[in-house]
T-cell receptor, first 115, second 112 residues
Framework: GAVVSQHPSWVICKSGTSVKIECRSL??????MFWYRQFPKQSLMLMAT?????????EQGVEKDKFLINHASLTLSTLTVTSAHPEDSSFYIC???????????FGPGTRLTVT | GENVEQHPSTLSVQEGDSAVIKCTYS??????FPWYKQELGKGPQLIID?????GEKKDQRIAVTLNKTAKHFSLHITETQPEDSAVYFC???????????FGRGTSLIVHP
């Protein structure tokens, strides 16, 4: 089946620093990738939709200057959390939409802890 | 926007029993109806999906049924096993965007 990887799987950073999370579709091309945030025991909250070669579309309430998304190729999207603060600590999950089946495949998630 | 409700929020069954989780949606344009399984500390995994032109789909112990008139679809798991214990999410989407709206999740606990 289709595989999506995320790197790193977990990261601890100091308040004020920036963190980059990579999302890759390993065996298929994804024109569209999604970024989600999930708090403990809650559902997934869509942060933004990114299309290859164009600017990401952010959901209401998500600061685009804080959560920078770059979809540089059909297999790679990155999320950069800039000037991270403890309230940004969360589980970040990406997904990639198969351009063939239109099924969505999720990465394993990245646990971000900001101290 | 789409309003999605998922019931129950928690479901506890004995191994071997069946489990049913229901998802109700509001957008009549929804045409893609997936179910995801999420284990603790992992990303969601697509386990079964159905599109609007089909009423039922089955894959071994898992099935999904769709009632477009009533705007709900359900996940059915038969002969449950402890490894089925996880949180299950429905996430219907509409049109060509395939942007899903996730339900709140159902925590399924299968007791050995």
């Amino acid at each position: 089946g289709a595989v999506v990887s995320q790197h790193p799987s977990w990261v601890i950073c100091k308040s004020g620093t920036s963190v980059k999370i990579e999302c890759r579709s390993l065996d298929f091309q994804a024109t569209t990738m999604f970024w989600y945030r999930q708090f403990p025991k809650q559902s997934l909250m869509l942060m933004a939709t990114s299309n290859e070669g164009s600017k990401a579309t952010y959901e209401q309430g998500v600061e685009k200057d804080k959560f920078l998304i770059n979809h540089a190729s059909l297999t790679l999207s990155t999320l950069t959390v800039t000037s991270a603060h403890p309230e940004d600590s969360s589980f970040y999950i990406c997904s990639a939409l198969s351009g063939v089946s239109y099924e969505q495949y999720f990465g394993p998630g990245t646990r971000l802890t900001v101290t | 926007g789409e309003n999605v409700e998922q019931h129950p929020s928690t479901l506890s069954v004995q191994e071997g029993d069946s489990a049913v989780i229901k998802c109700t949606y509001s957008d009549s344009a929804s045409n893609y109806f997936p179910w995801y399984k999420q284990e603790l500390g992992k990303g969601p995994q697509l386990i079964i999906d159905i599109r609007s032109n089909v009423g039922e789909k089955k894959d071994q112990r898992i099935a999904v049924t769709l009632n477009k008139t009533a705007k709900h679809f359900s996940l059915h798991i038969t002969e449950t096993q402890p490894e089925d214990s996880a949180v299950y999410f429905c996430a219907p989407s509409a049109g060509g965007s395939y942007i899903p709206t996730f339900g709140r999740g159902t925590s399924l606990i299968v007791h050995p």
